[in-house]
């Protein structure tokens, strides 16, 4: 059986939860490489990953699984470097861990016959604080036999829900995760930012409903979840909110509130599209406010 030696490249918030679960998972951890050596040396003191350093030159000749966790937009920069180092690649297995980028940016290590892949473990990583990834989704691309073997076992043994993705889909997976997780933090920094001037309660008032959407969400779907003044119909309400955000943004003068009505208005277009999913068609209340929202959007 082939005894993996890991070298870890990035060393940003991923990597710390990640070389954590691989610790745990008795892998073996070789190396790590950083452009920033005092980073590459904070992560290596802290799992006792015996090498670090900024140049790839000094990765050991033992390494035989490459762990890019650098930016979606270095990856292929990269690679690319990797690929020049004078090393038999042939028994090799890099794997990056980008949602957006799919393999094809690995394409200059397959061509020195190393296998390919990525894994994008779906969850937040907002620090370098150690998360425990256990149990999160995780998509699986590869086209080779060599590193899927390598990630089926790596999913299992670090307890991953893995599921196989084509290269096509990897970006829209990424953009859902972002619809699901990011742009809920932006839409909760707005609703707190609503109550926050007037009340310190924010948190207590909205993590009601908030959950109680969740949890419709997940136990029926987003459109059977859907409720409030877009799913009954209500131009009035929606008029009011439209009108007290104008009357703010003029008194006060932010431009963030400027952002928070297009924002409104871009949603609530959203939401009719969810209400027509649930009701098979829009009814004459709902396309007023169709009307009204475009006409305030343009």
Same mark, same amino acid.
């Given at each position: 059986?082939?005894?993996?030696?890991?070298?870890?490249?990035?060393?940003?918030?991923?990597? *710390?939860?990640? %070389?954590? %679960?691989?610790?745990?998972?008795?892998?073996?951890? =070789?190396?790590?490489?950083?452009?920033?050596?005092?980073?590459?040396?904070?992560?290596?003191?802290?799992?006792?990953?015996?090498? *670090?350093?900024?140049?790839?030159? #000094?990765?050991?000749?033992?390494?035989?699984?490459?762990?890019?966790?650098?930016?979606?937009?270095?990856?292929?920069?990269? !690679?690319?470097? @990797?690929?020049? /180092?004078? $090393?038999?690649?042939?028994?090799?297995?890099?794997?990056?861990?980008?949602?957006?980028?799919?393999?094809?940016?690995?394409?200059?290590?397959?061509?020195?016959?190393?296998?390919?892949?990525?894994?994008?473990?779906?969850?937040?990583?907002?620090? $370098?604080?150690?998360?425990?990834?256990?149990?999160?989704?995780?998509?699986?691309?590869?086209?080779?036999?060599?590193?899927?073997?390598? @990630?089926?076992?790596?999913?299992? #043994?670090?307890?991953?829900?893995?599921?196989?993705?084509?290269?096509?889909?990897?970006?829209?997976?990424?953009?859902? !995760?972002?619809?699901?997780? +990011?742009?809920?933090?932006?839409?909760?920094?707005?609703?707190?930012?609503?109550?926050?001037? $007037?009340? +310190?309660?924010?948190?207590? /008032?909205?993590?009601?409903?908030?959950?109680?959407?969740?949890?419709?969400?997940?136990?029926?779907?987003?459109? =059977?979840?859907?409720?409030?003044?877009?799913?009954?119909?209500?131009?009035?309400?929606?008029? #009011?909110?439209?009108?007290?955000?104008?009357?703010?943004?003029?008194?006060?003068?932010?431009?963030? @509130?400027?952002? @928070?009505?297009?924002? *409104?208005?871009?949603?609530?277009?959203?939401?009719?599209?969810? !209400?027509?999913?649930?009701?098979?068609?829009?009814?004459?209340?709902?396309?007023?406010?169709?009307?009204?929202?475009?006409?305030?959007? *343009?």
């Amino acid at each position: 059986m082939t005894k993996y030696k890991i070298c870890i490249i990035g060393a940003g918030k991923l990597a *710390y939860s990640l %070389a954590s %679960a691989l610790e745990k998972a008795d892998y073996d951890i =070789q190396c790590v490489i950083s452009r920033k050596l005092d980073s590459a040396k904070a992560l290596a003191k802290k799992f006792s990953i015996p090498v *670090y350093s900024n140049s790839q030159k #000094k990765i050991p000749d033992e390494v035989n699984v490459y762990f890019l966790t650098v930016p979606d937009g270095e990856i292929k920069q990269t !690679a690319d470097t @990797l690929s020049r /180092i004078k $090393k038999d690649f042939s028994d090799s297995i890099c794997i990056h861990f980008s949602g957006v980028e799919n393999i094809s940016v690995l394409r200059s290590l397959q061509k020195k016959g190393c296998a390919t892949g990525s894994l994008h473990i779906i969850r937040p990583f907002p620090s $370098k604080s150690i998360v425990d990834i256990k149990n999160s989704p995780a998509s699986i691309e590869t086209e080779d036999k060599l590193s899927k073997l390598f @990630l089926d076992k790596l999913c299992r #043994k670090l307890k991953l829900n893995p599921h196989k993705i084509s290269s096509d889909e990897k970006v829209f997976h990424h953009l859902a !995760a972002v619809h699901s997780s +990011n742009f809920l933090v932006g839409n909760l920094f707005n609703a707190f930012s609503l109550i926050s001037s $007037k009340s +310190n309660k924010s948190k207590n /008032i909205l993590r009601k409903t908030t959950q109680s959407a969740l949890d419709n969400v997940f136990n029926l779907s987003p459109a =059977q979840a859907l409720s409030g003044p877009i799913d009954r119909g209500d131009i009035y309400t929606i008029k #009011k909110h439209i009108s007290e955000l104008d009357r703010w943004i003029k008194s006060s003068g932010k431009s963030h @509130l400027i952002l @928070l009505r297009k924002s *409104y208005i871009i949603q609530s277009l959203s939401l009719l599209e969810a !209400a027509k999913s649930k009701y098979g068609k829009l009814n004459e209340n709902h396309l007023k406010i169709e009307r009204f929202l475009k006409n305030k959007l *343009y």
